[in-house]
């Protein structure tokens, strides 16, 4: 059986009666544990930014944070997926999110993410408006011939 196929195994009535929840979704779908969380590697660079060059982090605290940061996205991107259904859409949006952060109780974060959101949306919009120029600049260039006829 493939890497894929182990990971997407149905779970069957025995194991449901066992319960060892934590590997399964509700969809009835197994999870190994290294699809439920997030790759300990960017875990580990996040980390290491305000531990000092010869500091070293323990692999339990790494893998602690890994399933504590992991945890916290699927809880708050629940609730996030829960309004966007309760809305019939089929897409989260940040301001599904930031919804989310505050039913939840994490109120002290939907402030600078409002503001990081508002930047983020405005960057994206000048970075789509500059790709659109340039587009724009480069057709009217292909447009025209060398002696300045069309």
């Given at each position: ?7 997407q ?42 531990v ?6 323990a ?18 991107s ?11 859409r089929k897409?989260?949006?940040g ?9 939840l ?5 939907v ?11 405005e960057s994206?919009k ?5 790709f659109?120029?340039?587009s724009?600049?480069?057709?009217e ?5 060398h002696?300045?006829?069309?």
């Amino acid at each position: 059986m493939s890497n894929s196929e182990d990971s997407q195994q149905y779970v069957k009535e025995e194991d449901e009666a066992s319960g060892d929840e934590s590997d399964k979704q509700d969809s009835g779908i197994m999870l190994r544990e290294q699809d439920r969380f997030l790759p300990i590697c960017n875990i580990i660079k996040i980390m290491k930014v305000p531990v000092p060059q010869n500091g070293k982090i323990a692999k339990d605290a790494r893998e602690c944070i890994q399933e504590c940061v992991s945890e916290f996205i699927s809880f708050i991107s629940s609730e996030a997926i829960e309004r966007s259904v309760a809305e019939n859409r089929k897409t989260v949006n940040g301001d599904d999110l930031l919804v989310a952060f505050s039913n939840l109780g994490f109120d002290n974060y939907v402030e600078p993410l409002s503001i990081y959101l508002q930047k983020y949306r405005e960057s994206n919009k000048s970075d789509r408006n500059l790709f659109l120029d340039s587009s724009y600049a480069q057709n009217e260039d292909a447009g025209s011939t060398h002696d300045g006829k069309q």
